[in-house]
């Protein structure tokens, strides 16, 4: 199984963004336990990191291309605002769980919504990082 792990704007600045938040963890640390999990699990583990919505959407659809059995996203702000993401997860029919570090609806109103949870099989969201293993042991699940 491989599982393509997507991280939208910002989330290269973890560590040092709002860690009152997001904590001081950095992006490398996080690839780091997600990749140790998914070796656990015996998963084929990527990563995509951009902070621009067209860079997402091109990952999305060449996951397709690849053959990726699962997709394990954190939209970052585009969660609340990019029709585009919804409509790359839906066209390309791969099993996708959005991720949030943060519970999104505990925060700011307009976080509250969230575009590609529509074409996602599963939403984790509040767990801090560990919400990405989560999302990974979801999605290992679901092709065993």
Excluded: W
């Amino acid at each position: 199984m491989k599982i393509l792990v997507i991280n939208g704007p910002n989330l290269n600045m973890l560590g040092i963004r709002q860690p009152e938040i997001y904590g001081k963890t950095t992006y490398e640390d996080l690839k780091a336990m997600i990749s140790a999990e998914a070796e656990r699990l015996g998963v084929a583990v990527d990563f995509f990191q951009s902070n621009h919505e067209g860079a997402l959407v091109d990952a999305i659809q060449q996951a397709y291309f690849d053959r990726v059995d699962g997709i394990v996203i954190n939209p970052g702000a585009y969660t609340h605002t990019s029709v585009a993401l919804l409509d790359a997860v839906k066209a390309v029919s791969t099993p996708t769980v959005e991720v949030h570090i943060s519970d999104p609806e505990t925060r700011e109103e307009f976080r509250h919504v969230s575009y590609i949870r529509a074409a996602c099989v599963a939403t984790v969201k509040g767990r801090g990082l560990e919400g990405y293993l989560e999302a990974l042991r979801l999605l290992a699940k679901r092709d065993s």
